[in-house]
């Protein structure tokens, strides 16, 4: 699979005209902490609710559901 990632440079006039908009540029660091952030909230929600599917499949075979 190729890599389309590309960094070209940005004309000065679009740059300041899209902060005079009110647009935040962002550097890389900052969108890796919330890509980050998010698999890492993403991976704890995720286990707890299959972990509470799976209790509730096997209380069901077992007959003690509610």
């Not at 935040?24 to 890796?32: A, C, Q, R, S, V």
Request: glycine share 4%; net charge negative; hydrophobic share 45%.
């Amino acid at each position: 699979m190729k890599d389309d990632i590309r960094v070209e440079s940005i004309d000065a006039r679009t740059y300041f005209a899209s902060i005079g908009r009110g647009l935040k540029w962002y550097d890389y660091e900052e969108l890796k902490r919330v890509v980050d952030l998010r698999q890492n909230t993403t991976a704890i929600a995720h286990v707890p609710m299959r972990l509470a599917i799976l209790l509730a499949e096997d209380a069901a075979e077992m007959g003690l559901a509610a």
